[in-house]
């Protein structure tokens, strides 16, 4: 039987879960706080609902019952998580047919590390406060699963890039920047292997936790100049993490150095489509081009 699976917060990555499932399917729902959104969803292939965290549409309670498997990648806020919120975390009642869920979830909840690696049986201290919010909707999750006796993945992304939103956009656009903060390291995900792990772990209705994450952790100005050496252009001139003038929000993400490991979600079968930042960015450059031409060399 092919699944109808409901993706609550049919974002980026929402949606290109849903494109990988197109044809896969019998029906895929997904949300979004705006009905201007609503044709993004529906060429991604989705039946769109409006769903703003506070209140359950008739339309939407009603897919919510014939739901088989159910995506959850909308960020948690100080009550809580906002579907569990209003359920009561009562999976059974309101999705009678549900098979298996995927919370989404992000690799900031295990904190600073000091650039060592982690993997899912390490610790968590998450810094942000944003992080700390996931970490207690991930419990959540797990709890509302045991209750209903379903399985449920946490699935714990790191930094997601793709089509639409990565370094080459960046370096064209004017807005890369190369901070150098020794030691510093960030690890990343390509969107397509966000969808691919789901779909993987969908197929298996597998549980528990998994790192999404490329192979090679890397230092940020490592990056910009790759995409700049495929663009053949300079790249934007070295700054010093403690001199730069970054957003608070900005700043906030280098708090944070670790190295996290993705052999768990290997181990399941899962090959990467995009194992690094050079693949994914080789591929990007044949595509990601902005009307007119490229920064010139300088």
Request: negative net charge; hydrophobic residues 40%; charged residues 20%.
């Amino acid at each position: 039987m092919k699944p109808r699976l409901l993706i609550f917060g049919a974002g980026y990555s929402g949606q290109a879960i849903a494109k990988a499932f197109n044809g896969r399917a019998e029906w895929i729902g997904g949300t979004t706080r705006s009905s201007g959104k609503f044709e993004a969803l529906r060429s991604s292939g989705m039946e769109p609902f409006l769903f703003d965290g506070t209140t359950l549409s008739d339309e939407l309670a009603a897919a919510m019952q014939r739901t088989t498997h159910l995506v959850q990648s909308i960020a948690p806020g100080e009550m809580g998580d906002p579907l569990l919120g209003l359920i009561g975390n009562d999976l059974k009642t309101h999705f009678p047919a549900l098979r298996w869920v995927a919370y989404l979830s992000t690799v900031g909840v295990y904190g600073d590390h000091e650039g060592a690696w982690v993997d899912e049986a390490s610790d968590c201290h998450p810094v942000s406060d944003r992080s700390i919010m996931r970490l207690t909707a991930e419990t959540a999750w797990c709890d509302a699963g045991v209750s209903a006796h379903l399985p449920v993945a946490i699935l714990r992304l790191s930094g997601i890039y793709g089509p639409g939103r990565n370094a080459i956009l960046n370096l064209q656009n004017g807005t890369a920047k190369r901070l150098i903060k020794p030691g510093q390291v960030f690890n990343r995900i390509h969107v397509e292997d966000i969808a691919g792990a789901t779909r993987h772990l969908m197929a298996h209705e597998a549980a528990g936790i998994f790192n999404v994450t490329d192979d090679e952790p890397a230092p940020p100005q490592d990056v910009v100049a790759f995409a700049a050496d495929l663009l053949s252009v300079q790249p934007p001139p070295e700054q010093d993490f403690d001199t730069a003038e970054l957003s608070p929000m900005a700043r906030s993400f280098y708090d944070e150095n670790k190295r996290v490991s993705n052999v768990r979600l290997k181990e399941t079968g899962y090959v990467f489509r995009f194992p690094d930042y050079r693949t994914a960015l080789r591929s990007l450059a044949n595509t990601e081009r902005l009307t007119g031409n490229p920064l010139p060399a300088q």
